[in-house]
């Protein structure tokens, strides 16, 4: 048996992740699985999946190592943490494949590698509920935004610049002859505030999810909510999305996290340059290899917070982007 837990704090593409590396890693090893906290899952009106196994076990609001029947051992997935910036920059952990029976896992695994090593079809794990007056955003000359906003806007160096979007921007309409652009968000009055003459399409998860499952372009945001809707959508899109991830504005060569490198994904850097996946996973681990001094190696779920509050409080809100 492998077991995990989604979150109430967890995003949609968090827990999806979580549910999804459960049944790969279960797939792999032949063993049984179950899904707990179930009733925190934030799709549950248009996702519908087997959760697996029917067994008690006690609620839980963040990762514990604390057992319970029948689980036996406890896996925490490895975390990286940059030592200056204090953000996330872990790696595929490949441990997660060498699991004992009854084990109790914990982590983001956001990482195609897992996705890679295991033979299986998505569309076996996850059944989806369609909006067929969407399917109009398949045209060519169509490109949706995916903004985010919420509590990303709070610090700096995680909210994507304006300058990111209109470098891809630029892109699509020289290189893939755009000419319309949309917007999906879960923040419109920022959208709006970032591009007021964009349209904004209909502000609601279901109808967000079924746009990016079936856009052909799509320049992405820093958020794990995307890659679910790409992985289901037929349409081969062309994807853009900010190199270095979650630190996008402000890293020297790290990624934040180097698992959200995905194969199909264009990746824009700060100067307006496109890289694929393959350059950006060669670059980021010899960036890695290069300087080892300036991370820290750890076996817990969530990144770590810096140890001054003020100070983050102030470099989250003053960055000079470029």
Known sequence: ???????????????????????????????????????????????????????????RLGPNSTLFDPFQNYFSEQQIVHVGEYC????YDSRCLSLLPNTLIDGYFQSEKLVRVVDHNIFDFFSIRDINE????????????????????????????????????????GNR?????????DDPEYAHKLFPKIEILEQDMHHD??????????????????YFPLRFNKQSPHIIAPKYWARHNVSDG????????????????????????????HE????????????????????AKHPNRMKSFLRNRFIRYG
């Open 1 to 59: 048996m492998i077991g995990t837990y989604l979150y109430a704090g967890q995003g949609l593409g968090n827990q999806l992740w979580s549910y999804y590396a459960l049944r790969l890693i279960a797939k792999k090893l032949s063993l049984p699985f179950a899904l707990f906290g179930t009733e925190y899952f934030k799709g549950s009106s248009f996702i519908s999946f087997d959760p697996g196994a029917a067994i008690i076990a006690p609620k």
């Open 88 to 91: 996330d920059v872990r790696p």
């Open 177 to 185: 002859g755009v000419d319309q652009f949309l917007i999906v968000t």
């Open 209 to 226: 999810f079924i746009a990016l499952s079936k856009v052909k372009n799509i320049i992405l945001s820093n958020s794990s909510f995307a």
């Open 284 to 303: 980021a681990d010899k960036f890695i290899q290069q300087n080892k001094n300036a991370f820290s190696y750890k076996y817990h779920t969530y990144a």
């Open 134 to 173: 969407l399917s109009f955003l398949s045209d060519d000359k169509i490109c949706v935004l995916n903004i985010r906003g919420g509590e990303y806007k709070k610090n700096k160096r995680l909210t994507l610049h304006k300058k990111y979007w209109e470098n891809a921007m630029s892109y699509m309409q």
């Open 254 to 281: 790290y990624w934040a996290c180097r698992s959200n490198i995905y194969k199909d994904y264009l990746y824009l850097d700060r100067a307006g340059q496109i890289m694929d996946s393959d350059a950006c996973e």
